[in-house]
């Protein structure tokens, strides 16, 4: 049971233009979300987070979006540069059944900007 | 500060061989991560360990699988009998010590079992 989703597996933008990268979740008890950047041959390196008490968060070209009603996030890249293409992995953090913090992945959606 | 260092990078192995992972963490993090990325999947965290003890092991797929940390600066995850559903990269990834701490990923380990 995938509860962390992302429903576009690649996206292809046009240098310059805004990427907008979409993530869905089912439980309503994550409140801590993270988007990672993955290159080939390398780990996922931290991009941005967003508490649940906020609605946007913003680091240079990156905002993260969260709507809690409709359990979404989004991740924008504005204005996008050839280094951005990528891998992009959302993530949501919760309490496991261990009592731990745990961050559930989506499957990633690759992005490829196009110059 | 090198960052977290796994090896090997690349393992090809044989149906029922004994395959063994190694990770370093970062010096001075506190807690420690395996992951599996497979296409389906995504990345799912195998286990967690907290200051070298285990605390969440539920995403360990079976019996097959076992993770130790002997100390702070080093972990293992072996699978003994390999398969080839267990094709996959891994990955160990670290962070300081709060669970909303960034973690920090190890480059990975490509597992190929024919």
């Known amino acids: 049971d995938q509860q962390v989703k992302q429903n576009s597996p690649s996206l292809s933008v046009q240098e310059g233009r805004i990427s907008i990268l979409n993530c869905d979740y089912t439980n309503s008890m994550f409140d801590y979300f993270l988007w990672y950047k993955k290159y080939p041959a390398e780990g996922p390196t931290f991009l941005i987070s967003?508490?649940?008490?906020?609605d946007k968060n913003e680091d240079g070209r990156f905002t993260v979006f969260l709507n809690k009603s409709a359990k979404h996030l989004s991740l924008h890249i504005v204005p996008s540069q050839p280094g951005d293409s990528a891998v992009y992995f959302c993530?949501?953090?919760?309490?496991?059944?261990?009592?731990?913090?745990?961050?559930?992945f989506g499957t990633g959606t690759r992005l490829t900007i196009i110059p | 500060d090198a960052g977290v260092i796994q090896s090997p990078r690349h393992e090809v192995t044989e149906m029922g061989q004994e395959v063994t992972l190694r990770c370093k963490p970062i010096?001075?993090?506190?807690?420690l991560f395996w992951y599996r990325q497979t296409m389906m999947r995504g990345l799912e965290l195998l286990i967690y360990?907290?200051?070298?003890?285990?605390?969440?092991d539920s995403g360990m797929p079976e019996d097959r699988f076992s993770a130790k940390m002997p100390n702070a600066s080093f972990s293992t995850l072996k699978i003994q009998p390999s398969e080839p559903r267990d094709s996959a990269v891994y990955f160990c990834?670290?962070?300081?010590?709060?669970?909303?701490?960034?973690?920090?990923f190890g480059p990975g380990t490509r597992l190929t079992v024919l």
């Open positions: 990834a670290s962070s300081l010590s709060d669970p909303r701490d960034p973690q920090y």
């Open positions: 967003i508490s649940s008490i906020k």
């Open positions: 993530a949501a953090s919760g309490i496991s059944n261990f009592g731990n913090e745990k961050l559930t």
């Open positions: 010096s001075g993090h506190n807690s």
């Open positions: 360990f907290n200051n070298n003890v285990p605390i969440d």
